[in-house]
Each structure stands twice: as C-alpha cells, then as structure tokens.
C-alpha cells in the first residue's frame, strides 16, 4: 500500500521534536523555518503562510518546499505548530499587569544579527465588534496562565492599498512590542530602555502597525524597545456626527452607546449589497452577520429610545496608557517614551502633543511627514460626510440616530466599501487634498469632559513642551502617482479648475481677488504651460509646499512666538535610494524621495531589502538615520555627545531663526543647511501675509 508523502514529511516533523536533544529546538526551527521564503509568492494555505511570514530569505531546500505547497491544510496546520514548538522552545515569559504573555527570542535580519524578544499580538483592549462597536474600548480582564504572544493579531478592517480588497477584522486592537534585553528578577537586573512607539499611517483609513511594513530589526538593534499598535481606521474610527453623542475622533475617541436607537433602510439597497457580501465571503459567516444584522434590526424601532453616547477615551491614548503600566516588564523606561510616527501617523502624534487626554504618557515626539496644521489632517464638514457614507449604504435619512443605529447594524465589509467608493467618487473631490486624505479623520468635538480636542490646532499650539523632530521629504508629490492610477482625468480635471489647489484660507468672497491669487500659483509654478505629464515635477512642487512643507514651517513659527522651552528639530529626506518604500512598493519609478520612502530606512521591509552591500550608500543613511532617531528618543537629542565610537561625526542643531530656519539635509551626506525650499516658501509667506483670511 503506497503511503502518502505528506504522511512522511510530518512523521519526519515529529522525529526531529523527538531527537531534539542532538540539534538544539531553535536552531533546528531556524533551519527549517529559514528554507520556506520561496513559498512566500505561492498559492498555500493561510497556516503555511504564517509559517513562512517568520523566516528570512534563504535558497536551501528550495525544491523540496516547494512540494509542501500541496500539503493538506490538518498537515500543514500540524508542522506550522511542531516549527512553532521548536523556534519557542520554553519561551521568553514576561509578567504583565494583566497576566504573563510568551514570546520569542530572535535575531535580527541585520549583518549584526543581534537578539531581541518578540512579543506579538498583545491586546490592549477587548474586542470592540459586535454590540461593542462605536463604543469606548473595553480595559480587559486579568487572565490566568501563560497566553502566547507568538503571531501579530488581525488589523483593522480596512481596504489593503496594494490590491484595493477588503481586509482586517473588528477584533484588531493589538500592539507589538521588540525588545532588546529582559528584566532578570533572580539577578534584579532592569535594562530600563528608551521606548519607541511607533504610529502607523495611511489617511487615516488603512493600514497596521504589524511588520509587514514595519519591522523591528533596525531599531531594535540600536537598543530601543519598540512597540507598534492597530487603531481603528476610517468611518469606524472617526465617523463624526458633531454632537455629544458622536463627536468624532472614534480612531482617537469611542462612542459609549447606552441605549439602542431606530434604523430606517432602503431594503432594495441594502439587499444587493449584502449580497455582495456573500459572494466575497463564506456562507457560514454571511449567515452569521446577516443573522446578526437582522436580530438587531427587528429588536429595535425607530425614536423609541434616545441615544446616549460619550466619549470617553481614544484606542491610541489606551495604547499609550498600556505602554506607561506595563512596559517596564519588557525592559523599558515607562517615563522615556517617544511616539513617532508617519503621515497620518504624524498628525496622530502632534494631535497628542496638543491633546490634555495624552498629557504624560510621552517625552518626545517624532512627526515625519505631517502635523495637525496639515490641510489633510482635520475634518470639514465631517456631519455632511456621514450622511453620504449613510446614503451609499443605502439608507436616506437627516436624522443622526436613526444613520447610527444603521452603521451599527452593518457589516464592516460595507462601511469599508462604501466609504472607499465616496473617497473615489470624481468631480469635486479630485483635488490636491483628496489624494492624501480619506472621508473620515479626526475632527474637532463638542466641550464635554472627555473630550480629546475641543479647539482647533492653530488654537491649542504650543502644546506639551517636549522635544520635536519633524520634517519632510523633497518630493513628497510623487504620491500623486498612485491617485493618477485610479483617476487619470485628475490632470487635466486640474488644469481646467486650477481654483482646487488654492488652500481654503486664501480664498475670499472677493472673486476678482480669488483669480488673481489662483493665477499668480498658476503662474510661478507652470508660467503658461498646461498641466500635464509633461510638466509633473511643478506639480510634485506645488503639492510639497501646500500639503506638507508650509504647514510644518508655519507651525514652528507659531510655536516660536509661545513660551514653549524644549527644542525642534528639522530636516528634509531628499535621498532617492533602493529603499525608498513608497515608491517600491507601488512600482513608481519618477525620480525622487517620495512620500514615505524615509521609513524603509528606519524599519526593515523583507520585500524591499536586496543584498546591498555593507559599504552601500543605502545602509550608511539607514545606520545614521537609526542611530539619530534612537539617539533623540534617549536622550531628547539626535546628536548628543558620546564615547563610542559612532557614524555620526556632525551636530544637529535645533531650529533657532522661524525665518531662516536650520535644517538637516539628508541626500546620501547629512548637511546642516538654512532656509528650506527657500523661493518657494517665500512666495507662500508673500501670499499669506498679503491675501490669508483670518483663521
């Protein structure tokens, strides 16, 4: 009788746990785990798959893994779990406030190959879906045993960039944290690390702190701990209705439902809708939501209860919170923590620098491609936008607890949808802004009590005095690309109604002054020449300055005249290397330090990182870059004095003079220089200073 291959590769799984005393667990988990890369671009099963996402590149026993791709999924389920055996062995154990978790020892996929700890899918909190969702998170109950911190949670629903599917999960408030050494209570060892927390990006809407885009190993390696977190993404994270009862900032702040309220639907609506929601999903779980769906539904009738709601904490602040009370068990300092992040991500951090709910739970921040005076970065007429998201769904009403309960009784897979559809729709949304910003962001709320922002940014400057490193990248406009793939009309839709790149505050009720202002944008960027592909890098220009250079300038101008004390430091990411991110991983090949091509320097990105060579240039801006921003979050200085020896040979200064201000030029050297963009902005400083409107 012919016994099945498979059959012999876990009986062969099994015998190698068995005789594991000869080829120590971890090493052999290693070997093994380390030859499976090749099936990474295979169709296997999600249980190979998540064996494969823990391994480094490697080209040994390529041919015959590349057999296991038919394993059935029970075998392959059973040597994912033996691999996972091996690799853990008893295990890293550390004790929580809530209960112990384990992890991993690792190392890096560095030249150093240093060790760290891994400790993924950590919850911060109780799964906010079901009858929890739009409500604040849940603190979770203390737990028994030992849980596994061994693989990252699900991420937030949200629709994947790379290939506009819908992905995630409501269960999705999870972090990460990496850390280089453990405390040792036999011996009371306590390494009390700097802590790096890092905020992901993406408008707001998509996205995940998992290592897929940001991995540990370089910061790590540089002797930080680093925590990376999921927050909630789009309408279900900032849906706002601007009242008490759904103020907004749902990413930020969670709606406390206490009362159930009506839904008024258009069936015929909804009905084609959901069936597109059983043809992308399972019976078993369509049945499920539907079946949930419908309860809800029948159990309440329109008015017959009023909603109550309040807002009582954000997932970000709860993150942060976690990090202060439990970080010292994985060696960290609880009261030197930095919070860095990207993009939306960035704003997210100067929204906590201005926010009274965050008030010390950081002592640095780090703000890489935007601030909240960013255009992008707050809400306008964020009441107007749920409607429509209410609308798309299929329900047409004015009245808000009537458009919250329906949200409430929708799947996440239509919301998501929906409000992708909105922030594709053409005509009046393809402008500047809607490039890099989603419907649903954070906004400001009624005063109440638990209120995360109450006044706008410009009005809640200087914020808390803690050191600042922010800047930008030189062609953050490429990202126009990626916007020019979906909307190709988005050129010439510009060149027709150039009035959409003038920010709001220069527009006035004046229309002979409002042309006049349009033309001269018009005409220092483009001159006469229309706006075309012929003439992209005016626009990459145009976009820079007005979503991303003048805002921080402005901003550090408006914190120069408050009596904030800590420094600022400025640069600009002009380096146009093979890790560049953004760029890579939309295939865009335009010339130029894109937007979010600085973080493949700083978090190690498995798909982008080719063999370079130690002495590339590459690696010599990542090791300066990890170093000054490591270096910042010790000791509140990226260049402080050392006595190692160190590649950093210059000193940082911070920002002095708002009208010539210092800046570190980073384009393969590292040249302190004065005056960013310095035409450009003074045209902008002629403009605001002749024609803003009063804010």
Request: aromatic share 10%; proline share 6%; net charge positive.
């Amino acid at each position: 009788m012919r016994v099945r291959w498979w059959r012999v590769v876990v009986l062969c799984a099994c015998t190698l746990v068995l005789r594991s005393d000869a080829l120590p667990p971890a090493t052999l988990g290693d070997v093994v785990a380390n030859a499976a890369t090749s099936l990474n671009s295979m169709k296997i099963t999600g249980a190979w798959r998540r064996l494969s996402s823990t391994v480094s590149e490697s080209v040994g026993l390529k041919a015959a893994l590349r057999r296991l791709q038919a394993v059935p999924a029970r075998a392959a389920r059973l040597v994912h779990a033996l691999v996972d055996r091996m690799r853990v062995g008893g295990g890293p154990i550390v004790f929580t406030q809530l209960g112990a978790l384990r992890g991993r020892k690792l190392a890096t996929r560095t030249v150093e190959q240093s060790s760290y700890y891994s400790f993924k899918g950590i919850r911060y909190a109780q799964p906010p879906r079901g009858s929890l969702r739009f409500r604040a998170p849940v603190p979770l109950e203390p737990w028994s045993g030992v849980r596994d911190a061994l693989e990252e949670g699900a991420v937030c629903p949200h629709r994947f960039m790379l290939f506009d599917t819908y992905k995630g999960d409501e269960d999705c408030l999870f972090l990460n944290v990496y850390s280089p050494a453990l405390p040792d209570k036999l011996s009371g060892y306590n390494p009390k690390l700097a802590v790096m927390v890092w905020i992901h990006g993406g408008a707001f809407a998509v996205g995940s702190g998992n290592a897929f885009l940001y991995g540990p190993d370089h910061l790590v390696g540089a002797g930080v701990v680093l925590v990376t977190l999921n927050y909630r993404l789009g309408a279900l994270g900032f849906l706002s209705l601007e009242s008490d009862e759904v103020p907004g900032n749902m990413g930020l702040k969670r709606v406390d439902l206490k009362d159930s309220v009506g839904v008024k639907m258009n069936k015929h609506l909804f009905n084609a809708k959901v069936e597109g929601t059983k043809a992308s999903k399972g019976q078993d779980t369509f049945h499920d939501e539907i079946d949930h769906l419908l309860l809800i539904s029948h159990a309440i009738k329109p008015y017959e209860k009023k909603i109550k709601a309040k807002c009582v904490r954000e997932d970000q602040v709860m993150a942060l919170k976690w990090v202060r009370d439990n970080i010292e068990a994985f060696g960290g300092d609880p009261k030197r923590v930095t919070i860095f992040g990207e993009s939306a991500g960035a704003a997210s951090v100067h929204l906590h620098m201005l926010s009274k709910a965050s008030e010390g739970l950081f002592h640095n921040a780090i703000a890489q491609s935007g601030l909240a005076l960013s255009p992008w970065a707050l809400a306008t007429n964020p009441l107007e936008r749920a409607f429509e998201l209410g609308r798309e769904l299929g329900i047409d009403t004015n009245n808000t607890a009537e458009l919250l309960g329906y949200l409430r009784a929708t799947p996440s897979e239509l919301i998501v949808k929906a409000g992708a559809r909105i922030s594709g729709a053409p005509g009046k949304s393809a402008d500047l802004r809607s490039t890099v910003a989603l419907p649903f962001l954070p906004a400001v709320e009624p005063d109440h009590p638990d209120a995360f922002l109450t006044a706008a940014p410009r009005d809640s400057l200087p914020g808390a005095d803690v050191p600042l490193l922010t800047g930008y990248n030189a062609q953050e406009g490429i990202i126009l690309f990626r916007r020019l793939q979906r909307d190709p009309k988005l050129l010439s839709e510009l060149d027709r109604e150039f009035r959409r790149v003038v920010p709001p505050e220069l527009l006035s009720d004046d229309e002979e002054q409002t042309r006049n202002i349009t033309e001269a944008i018009r005409t220092f960027y483009f001159q006469n020449r229309p706006i075309d592909a012929r003439n992209i890098n005016n626009l990459i220009d145009l976009f820079t300055d007005v979503m991303f250079l003048r805002p921080i300038l402005e901003t550090l101008r408006l914190q120069a005249v408050t009596n904030r004390t800590s420094p600022t430091y400025l640069y600009r990411f002009a380096f146009d290397g093979a890790l560049g991110l953004f760029k890579r991983m939309l295939g865009i090949t335009h010339p130029g330090a894109c937007h979010g091509d600085e973080m493949g320097y700083l978090f190690y990105f498995s798909r982008l990182n080719y063999r370079l060579d130690d002495d590339s240039t590459e690696l010599a801006v990542s090791r300066r870059m990890v170093q000054m921003w490591t270096n910042f979050a010790k000791t509140g200085n990226p260049t402080p004095p050392v006595e190692y020896e160190s590649v950093i040979d210059f000193k940082w200064q911070p920002v002095n003079n708002t009208r010539q201000m210092d800046y570190l030029n980073i384009d393969g050297n590292f040249t302190l220089l004065s005056g960013p963009e310095a035409k450009r902005v003074r045209f902008w400083d002629w403009l605001y200073e002749n024609y803003a409107q009063a804010p």
